[in-house]
């Protein structure tokens, strides 16, 4: 038998199917307060991708492999993002919650001086209601930072900061006095100034508050 013919299908098929799925999806995606926004954005791309390279998988050419190639890819990251870029916990009441941030991170709960740990507040301000705590050590996963009012303002530099790390599960607000970025032995007497080291802070993390 002679070989099957091979097409190239035309370019405003493989335009229009990834037109039509990039638009399903991210109208899906960006609705609904399930992702993150880069998520929302990865979910989009993936399928719009994955559209234009199903009509190449179709046609009977020599870019079909290719094409199914990147269409299993595209479908696999568009899985991860969905597993990995997805929003935390709903905010519980009384809670201010982030605007904007970046992808979550983990801190540590100061061990330095007393009381070890860090206090959760439900507002990035020293005299918010305080509505849970982290052990000396413990992981504080975090997802941004604004900037308010320093707590501790009497205290040396860096730990007179008015910056507070919002909680990725959206449970609270940590003071940048109350976390390291690394564990820390207790100084119970506060002899040594060495206090840890500083939560790091990456400009593409800092966020406002949207007041509960």
């Known amino acids: ?11 405003v098929a493989a335009v229009a199917a990834a037109l039509i799925a990039g638009g399903l999806a991210g109208h899906g995606a960006f609705s609904q307060p399930y992702l993150t926004p880069m998520g929302n954005a990865a979910i989009t791309a993936c399928a719009a991708t994955a559209g234009a390279m199903l009509v190449y998988a179709l046609y009977p050419s020599h870019l079909r492999a290719a094409a199914v190639t990147i269409l299993i890819a595209a479908m696999i990251l568009g899985g991860v993002s969905w ?7 709903p905010v519980p009441p009384g809670v201010a919650s982030l605007i904007g941030g970046c992808t979550r991170y983990n801190l540590y709960a100061q061990n330095r001086f007393p009381p070890l740990g860090a206090r959760v507040m439900a507002a990035p ?6 509505v849970d705590g982290r052990a000396g050590n413990e992981i504080v996963t975090v997802d941004g930072w604004v900037r308010t009012k320093a707590p501790y303002p009497t205290n040396p530099e860096p730990w007179n900061s008015d910056i507070w790390f919002h909680l990725a599960d959206q449970s609270g607000w940590v003071s940048f006095a109350g976390v390291r970025s690394a564990p820390t032995s207790p100084d119970m007497n506060g002899r040594d100034p060495y206090g840890g080291e500083p939560a790091g802070l990456d400009r593409s993390c800092e966020g406002s508050v949207r007041w509960a």
Request: hydrophobic residues 30%.
């Open 125 to 130: 301000l020293p005299d918010a209601k305080k």
């Open 83 to 89: 597993r990995y870029l997805r929003l935390g916990d």
């Open 1 to 11: 038998m002679p070989p099957a013919q091979q097409h190239e299908p035309p370019l």
